[in-house]
């Protein structure tokens, strides 16, 4: 039998140069905590840099939201997310219509913020980082 004694579930994210900015703005306007960031920099063989310029972006990265925690790293082909969302849930409507205006600033709208049936608000998008959430304030 699989013990799973301390099992987490982690999102892992690959971002196109821009970890560090979108981490920064999750911190900052999703009350997130980075807790780790690490650059290409930080490598013992600097050959392993990925590109030119590119000593300073982020190797790995870590950052609390709720009680989730997004990882990010910078890879120059990057592609924005397909099929997989990050899914955010809060009970509060007017906190996830704040999300909603914050995350769709600049990014696309798949789905507009709407009530459905299995939520008073609920909305899929791409923010400007190239990552795709879901935002939910479910039916109380």
Known sequence: ???????????????KGNC???????????????????T???LPDKNNIPGKNWEDKIL????????GILM????????PMRSAYITLSNPDE???????????????IFMKMDKTFFASRFAMLRDKFGTNWMLLCENQ
């Open 94 to 108: 007017n906190e996830v219509e704040r999300i909603y205006n914050l995350l769709t600033d600049g990014g696309q």
């Open 60 to 67: 790995h990265a870590q950052i609390e939201i709720g009680s």
């Open 1 to 15: 039998m699989l013990k799973t004694i301390q099992m987490k579930l982690n999102t892992y994210v690959n971002y």
């Open 72 to 79: 990010g790293v910078d890879i120059p082909n990057a592609e």
């Open 20 to 38: 560090r900015e979108a981490f920064q703005f999750y911190e900052k306007h999703l009350g997130g905590k980075i807790t780790m960031i690490s």
């Open 40 to 42: 290409f920099n930080d």
